[in-house]
């Protein structure tokens, strides 16, 4: 064979291994391209039940408390194709419901859209309490609310911001049958029977904005400070030009992490304003029952809670806490509401327990209304849940 006929040889392997290596490198791209695009979603859930002793109910009292029944919900987090997916639906015996629904992707490791229904940034997050009950402000909407809408999370560094465009609530302002405390009306008179009151207006909340600024201040190798401010506004809608008008909602906030221990503060200023000058206070609506609370008020909460790991058996730590919530200020002269809770929750593998004591007064689930003035009561509450 002549050299030139070598060399054409070659020259004909390497453009060979080239093409084959050309061919390995698509199928190799192809490969991590279908592993990408498989579904990774976990699947979870609890199952709650509650045990209650109320001071103001005999009937309760001399059958030594209630066992029954709370929640059982399935969640389903995970990512299909670099789109990120997390879902919560909940079961009761008195109504299912969606706790979140929502869509998400990374654009960077610092930016974060979602779109659906998620929890609205505002206030300390993920949550203003520490206990079963919430505080407070959960029952106006103000704690762990959901709606449906876009939203974005913005963490450069230290900060983190929040920006949400809230269409509504997501049981579109109409239903009873609901995680969150939504808006679904005003009422114009002090009857006590809300459900059949000649003053009652149907009205929602629609075209929301949120706003979040949070900054993580590492004082030392134990304290942390995480001072932030939030503000909502937006829209009321009626059935009726009566029941429109509009609203808004702003919070200064400080969690403060020491060690073992943990700190929540919060100030919290709220006001609807209908057009119906004769408007006296909301109706809201949640776990199937139709609540007051009033147009305009104030709040303060402080939260300390303590956490304790512990080797006994199953059980891995104590959380020792004490809950506190004041709404005050309200428009029409309506009596102040306060709850504090104080109580332990104890983690054991699966099982996560809360032992309540809440003390309250004009209260909802603690024998009171927002707009009433009743008597202080006391309520022993144990939660049991089992999540996997």
């Not at 808004?248 to 200023?269: G, S």
């Not at 029952?289 to 104030?298: D, I, M, N």
Request: charge should be negative; proline fraction near 3%.
């Amino acid at each position: 064979m002549c050299i030139r006929d070598s060399e054409k040889e070659r020259a004909r392997n390497d453009q060979i291994e080239e093409t084959q290596a050309e061919q390995a490198e698509k199928v190799a791209k192809a490969e991590k391209k279908a592993e990408a695009a498989k579904p990774d979603i976990n699947v979870g859930g609890a199952v709650r039940f509650n045990y209650t002793v109320a001071d103001n109910d005999d009937a309760g009292k001399d059958r030594g408390g209630d066992l029954a029944f709370d929640t059982f919900r399935l969640n389903f987090d995970g990512e299909i194709g670099g789109v990120i997916l997390s879902a919560e639906w909940r079961w009761y015996e008195y109504m299912s419901v969606i706790h979140h629904a929502w869509v998400g992707y990374e654009f960077t490791d610092d930016l974060m859209a979602r779109a659906g229904i998620f929890q609205v940034p505002f206030g300390v997050l993920p949550y203003n309490s520490h206990n079963f009950y919430f505080s407070s402000l959960y029952y106006v909407g103000l704690e762990d609310n959901y709606d449906f809408g876009v939203g974005t999370t913005y963490t450069p560094g230290d900060w983190r911001f929040d920006l949400a465009l809230l269409k509504n609530d997501e049981r579109g302002g109409s239903s009873l049958e609901s995680y969150s405390a939504n808006v679904v009306g005003y009422n114009y008179d002090d009857t006590d029977d809300i459900d059949t009151a000649d003053g009652a207006r149907n009205s929602q909340t629609v075209n929301t904005v949120a706003a979040r600024a949070e900054y993580d201040y590492k004082v030392g190798d134990k304290l942390t400070l995480k001072p932030g401010a939030s503000v909502k506004y937006g829209q009321l809608d009626g059935a009726s030009p009566s029941g429109d008008g509009d609203y808004y909602a702003a919070a200064a906030h400080l969690v403060a992490d020491y060690d073992r221990w943990n700190l929540q503060l919060q100030y919290t200023d709220w006001e609807y304003d209908f057009d119906d000058s004769n408007a006296d206070f909301i109706n809201y609506g949640y776990y199937a029952g139709l609540f007051t609370g009033p147009l305009s008020a104030k709040a303060l909460t402080a939260n300390v809670a303590y956490t304790l790991p512990v080797e006994w058996g199953p059980v891995s730590s104590l959380t020792f806490y004490n809950d506190y919530s004041l709404i005050y200020d309200k428009n029409a002269d309506f009596e102040d509401t306060y709850m504090n809770v104080t109580g332990m929750a104890v983690s054991a593998g699966g099982l996560y327990t809360y032992f309540d004591i809440i003390n309250g007064r004009n209260q909802p689930f603690v024998g009171g209304s927002m707009t009433g003035d009743g008597e202080s009561n006391t309520v022993f509450n144990i939660n049991v849940g089992y999540y996997f």
